[in-house]
Structures are given as structure tokens and as C-alpha cells.
């Protein structure tokens, strides 16, 4: 479930469309939980009133366009929502707003996009401009919000016939709202929140700790992310560096005291056609049973979870071939092995643990079984939005590898929160 909050200006029919949507079960990745309007009139402020929901005024006429950008990004922090709607907001967005914020923002326009939208395009002014131009059909559009106005990539878009009695802005304007936005609004709020909930980690986990993603991209090239999270100093010293076509970890500053043996390993090994990725030295366990002609569960079956008592960390494991992947976790309560065919767009993720209770300084390792997880073709927007999901007080590195079609030569990228020297 992904919160959004929706921000308004004026009357706010497109809001109570997501109300209704909301109420009637049409929203089932999404929940509204703030409203912000720019205008302390607007209706909508009453629309959110009788939903319950909370809302917000924020007076740009009085604060001017900076302070009240500012008022609102301390208002969403309280709210926090993933994404945000501009429904019927009448003020543009700045660069700096729009890079502050953490959430993905949509806007809906009323308007074919690219016909009469920019700058002087708004509310009535389109449909005067659609009419004046006697334009045979008209239109609505959801896209995404970047610093061009109504500029970012398009989500949904539904076109109408203009019939004669569409004779006055007014009852164009409204004849678009009923029959086009409040249509797809609500759909195209839904398909972004579903998209956001495939790759995002469900909302308990706070500290997922390391994890394996491996699956295929929608066109079916092969791919894996291995990341590592870290509490105490040592652990967030660990950097990620390519090796060959593997991947080893190292340490920016050695404490003599502190045994790393847990935390320095290979997480990435390649044999022939399998690539290997894992949370610990069972890579090399692996590794070495392969070449011997045995199998990766014949390998993690002769080793178990981790010695760091009291947490016990899990050991995770995954091996992709040409056919499919498996992955594996060896915890306390039992061994586990899940084996998969390659889906497009799909793969699965598996992490050490699922929440981290800060005051006992307490772990409770992963739930269940590997989990699904969206895989964009996109490899900058995969990696990035997934290094965004680690809680950037405890991530320290990521690496995403993405195959060709050959299964052999491949795109990468490597975040690290070190410095590399
Ligand atoms: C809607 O037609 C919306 O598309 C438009 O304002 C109207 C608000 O109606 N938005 C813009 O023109 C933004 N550039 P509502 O308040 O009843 O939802």
C-alpha cells in the first residue's frame, strides 16, 4: 500500500474521484493520506473534511512560491507519502522542490499533452484555446512532473469527440472532467502505486540487512543485485570492487579488534555458465562443489547459518544458469531452497532479516519465501530506485549486473557510500 497525499487548488472533483475510487475498492496499492491546498477556499479542503482525511493549507498568496514550498516539504515530512498527485493544483512546481521531495510526482492535465499545455495553460484556459481552435476531439493526460511544465513522460492518456453542445469553456471543462479524468485518474494513480509496490520492500521490513534480487528484465535479459546494509563501524567501512567479472568487498579502515571474517568474502563468483551471488564465504563452498561436478543444494546443505550470536544471521544464497535461477536461505529455523524459471520483468528478492528492534538491539531474520520484485528494462532507473529504497543510514554498497541477450557480456553499476580510492 503506497501513501499519497494530493494536492489541490479549487473545486476538487478529480479528489473526491480518488475518494470514490478509494471507497469503492478501485485504489488497492494506494491510500490517501494529506491533502494540501494551495488556496484556503477551495472546496476540495471541504471534500477532504467529509472523507477524514487530513489537510493542509498553504497560503502562497501570503507566503510567495519559496517560503510556501518550504512549508510544504516540512508538512510532507510528517505525512511522508511515496507519491504525489497534483489534482487541479494551480502553481508549478519548482526544480528544487521537485528535487527535495522524496516522493514521485503525477499531475493530470486537461489537455491531448503536447496540445495546449505549458505555461498559460491551465484550468479554463485550455478548453477556451481548444474551442477557439475548433478542435474536432479534446482530451485529458496523467503524466510524471519534472521541472518543464507539464513536460515529464506521459502515463495515461483518453481522448473525447467534441460534440456541439460543448459550445462554452465551462461545459467542455466539465464534460472532460466527468467522461475523461475522473476515469483515468484514479487508474493511472493505481498502475504508478502497483509499479511503486513491485520494487519496493513491504512496509515492515526496516532493515532488510543484505539481499539478492536475481531474475530477468521484460525483454528477458538475465540479471542480479546484490546489496549490503551495515550497523556497527566496521561493517559500514566495507566497499564493493569489481574484480574481473566478479565481485569482491574490502574494507576502507581495519579495526584489529573486531573479527571481519563475517563481513570480507566474494559475494559474486562465476563458474562457466552459473553466476553465484551470496552473503557470505558459501559462495567459495559453492564454487568449489560445482567443480566438482555437484550441485549448489549439495554445497549449502554441508553449511548453515551464520556464528554472530545472538542475531544468528542467515546465510542466503542464489546461482543463475542459461534456464533459471535458484535461491537459497539457511537459517535457524531450517534450510531452505527455491528454484524458479525466468519470468519477464520478474525477480525475486531474499534478504538476512526483516526487522531490526533498535532498543533491544535485536534481529529477527527473513519471513517466508523470496519475494517478487519488479525488474525495469531500464538498468539507471532499476539500480537507482532500488539504492533509494536502503535506508540511507545503514546502506553501504549495491551492485546491479545486467546480461545481454548472450548471457555474457553485460551493463553494470556500483554504488558505494565509501570512498574509492
Ligand atoms: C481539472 O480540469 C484539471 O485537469 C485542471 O484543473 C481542473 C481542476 O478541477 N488542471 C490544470 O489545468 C493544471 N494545469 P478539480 O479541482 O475539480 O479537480
Given at each position: 500500500?503506497?501513501?499519497?497525499a494530493?494536492?489541490?487548488?479549487?473545486?476538487?472533483?478529480?479528489?473526491?474521484?480518488?475518494?470514490?475510487?478509494?471507497?469503492?475498492?478501485?485504489?488497492?496499492?494506494?491510500?490517501?493520506?494529506h491533502?494540501?491546498?494551495?488556496?484556503?477556499?477551495?472546496?476540495a479542503?471541504?471534500?477532504?473534511d467529509?472523507?477524514?482525511?487530513?489537510?493542509?493549507?498553504?497560503?502562497?498568496?501570503?507566503l510567495?512560491?519559496?517560503?510556501?514550498?518550504?512549508?510544504?516539504?516540512?508538512?510532507?515530512?510528517?505525512?511522508?507519502?511515496?507519491?504525489?498527485?497534483?489534482a487541479?493544483f494551480?502553481?508549478?512546481?519548482s526544480?528544487?522542490?521537485?528535487?527535495?521531495?522524496?516522493?514521485?510526482?503525477?499531475?493530470?492535465?486537461?489537455?491531448?499533452?503536447?496540445?495546449?499545455?505549458?505555461?498559460?495553460?491551465?484550468?479554463l484556459k485550455?478548453?477556451?484555446?481548444?474551442?477557439d481552435n475548433?478542435?474536432?476531439?479534446?482530451g485529458?493526460?496523467?503524466?510524471?512532473?519534472?521541472?518543464?511544465?507539464?513536460?515529464?513522460?506521459?502515463?495515461?492518456?483518453?481522448?473525447?469527440?467534441?460534440?456541439?453542445?460543448?459550445?462554452?469553456p465551462?461545459?467542455?471543462?466539465?464534460?472532460?472532467?466527468?467522461?475523461?479524468?475522473?476515469?483515468?485518474?484514479?487508474?493511472?494513480?493505481?498502475?504508478v502505486?502497483?509499479?511503486?509496490?513491485a520494487?519496493?520492500?513491504?512496509?515492515?521490513?526496516n532493515y532488510?540487512?543484505?539481499?539478492?534480487?536475481?531474475?530477468?528484465?521484460p525483454?528477458?535479459?538475465?540479471?542480479?543485485?546484490?546489496f549490503?546494509?551495515?550497523?556497527?563501524?566496521?561493517?559500514?567501512?566495507?566497499?564493493?570492487?569489481?574484480?574481473?567479472?566478479e565481485?569482491?568487498?574490502?574494507?576502507?579502515?581495519?579495526?584489529?579488534?573486531f573479527?571481519?571474517?563475517?563481513?570480507?568474502?566474494?559475494?559474486?563468483?562465476?563458474?562457466?555458465?552459473?553466476?553465484?551471488?551470496?552473503?557470505?564465504?558459501q559462495?567459495?563452498?559453492i564454487?568449489?562443489?560445482?567443480?566438482?561436478?555437484?550441485?549448489?543444494?549439495?554445497?549449502?546443505?554441508?553449511?548453515t547459518?551464520?556464528?554472530?550470536?545472538?542475531?544468528?544471521?542467515?546465510?542466503?544464497?542464489?546461482?543463475?544458469t542459461?534456464?533459471?535461477?535458484?535461491?537459497?536461505?539457511?537459517?535457524?529455523a531450517?534450510?531452505?531452497?527455491?528454484?524458479?524459471?525466468?519470468?519477464?520483468?520478474?525477480?525475486?528478492?531474499?534478504?538476512?532479516?526483516?526487522?531490526?528492534?533498535?532498543?533491544?538491539?535485536?534481529?529477527?531474520?527473513?519471513?517466508?519465501?523470496?519475494?517478487?520484485?519488479?525488474?525495469?528494462?531500464?538498468?539507471?532507473?532499476?539500480?537507482?530506485?532500488?539504492?533509494?529504497?536502503?535506508?540511507?543510514n545503514?546502506?553501504?554498497?549495491?551492485?546491479?549486473?545486467?546480461?545481454?541477450?548472450?548471457?555474457?557480456?553485460?551493463?553494470?553499476?556500483?554504488?558505494?557510500i565509501?570512498?574509492?580510492?
Amino acid at each position: 500500500m503506497i501513501d499519497i497525499a494530493v494536492f489541490v487548488s479549487g473545486n476538487g472533483s478529480n479528489l473526491q474521484a480518488l475518494i470514490d475510487a478509494q471507497n469503492y475498492g478501485s485504489l488497492k496499492h494506494a491510500r490517501i493520506v494529506h491533502v494540501i491546498s494551495s488556496n484556503k477556499n477551495a472546496y476540495a479542503l471541504e471534500r477532504a473534511d467529509m472523507a477524514n482525511i487530513r489537510a493542509d493549507v498553504v497560503d502562497y498568496k501570503k507566503l510567495g512560491q519559496a517560503a510556501a514550498e518550504a512549508k510544504i516539504l516540512k508538512l510532507l515530512k510528517t505525512s511522508n507519502p511515496k507519491l504525489i498527485v497534483l489534482a487541479g493544483f494551480m502553481k508549478i512546481l519548482s526544480k528544487d522542490f521537485i528535487e527535495k521531495c522524496n516522493a514521485k510526482i503525477i499531475n493530470i492535465h486537461p489537455s491531448l499533452i503536447p496540445k495546449y499545455c505549458g505555461k498559460g495553460y491551465y484550468g479554463l484556459k485550455v478548453h477556451e484555446a481548444v474551442l477557439d481552435n475548433h478542435e474536432e476531439y479534446t482530451g485529458a493526460t496523467v503524466h510524471y512532473v519534472n521541472e518543464i511544465p507539464d513536460g515529464g513522460q506521459i502515463i495515461m492518456q483518453k481522448q473525447m469527440k467534441i460534440w456541439e453542445q460543448d459550445n462554452t469553456p465551462a461545459k467542455l471543462q466539465k464534460r472532460v472532467l466527468e467522461l475523461v479524468e475522473h476515469k483515468i485518474l484514479p487508474k493511472a494513480v493505481e498502475l504508478v502505486c502497483s509499479q511503486i509496490c513491485a520494487n519496493a520492500f513491504p512496509k515492515a521490513v526496516n532493515y532488510p540487512g543484505r539481499g539478492i534480487i536475481t531474475g530477468c528484465t521484460p525483454s528477458g535479459r538475465k540479471m542480479f543485485a546484490y546489496f549490503i546494509m551495515g550497523r556497527s563501524q566496521t561493517s559500514k567501512a566495507r566497499i564493493f570492487e569489481r574484480s574481473g567479472n566478479e565481485l569482491a568487498i574490502k574494507l576502507t579502515k581495519q579495526d584489529p579488534k573486531f573479527d571481519s571474517s563475517l563481513i570480507l568474502y566474494r559475494p559474486v563468483r562465476i563458474f562457466g555458465e552459473n553466476v553465484i551471488v551470496t552473503n557470505g564465504d558459501q559462495t567459495d563452498t559453492i564454487y568449489d562443489f560445482l567443480s566438482e561436478g555437484k550441485t549448489f543444494e549439495e554445497a549449502l546443505r554441508t553449511r548453515t547459518y551464520e556464528p554472530d550470536a545472538p542475531h544468528y544471521t542467515p546465510r542466503i544464497s542464489a546461482i543463475m544458469t542459461p534456464s533459471g535461477y535458484k535461491q537459497s536461505i539457511l537459517k535457524m529455523a531450517g534450510k531452505y531452497f527455491y528454484e524458479y524459471e525466468y519470468k519477464p520483468g520478474v525477480g525475486h528478492l531474499i534478504h538476512t532479516y526483516e526487522r531490526f528492534y533498535p532498543s533491544r538491539d535485536e534481529l529477527q531474520s527473513f519471513i517466508g519465501e523470496p519475494r517478487e520484485f519488479a525488474v525495469s528494462e531500464d538498468l539507471d532507473l532499476f539500480s537507482e530506485s532500488l539504492w533509494k529504497e536502503l535506508n540511507e543510514n545503514y546502506r553501504v554498497a549495491l551492485y546491479v549486473r545486467y546480461y545481454e541477450q548472450d548471457f555474457v557480456n553485460y551493463q553494470d553499476r556500483l554504488f558505494n557510500i565509501n570512498e574509492v580510492n
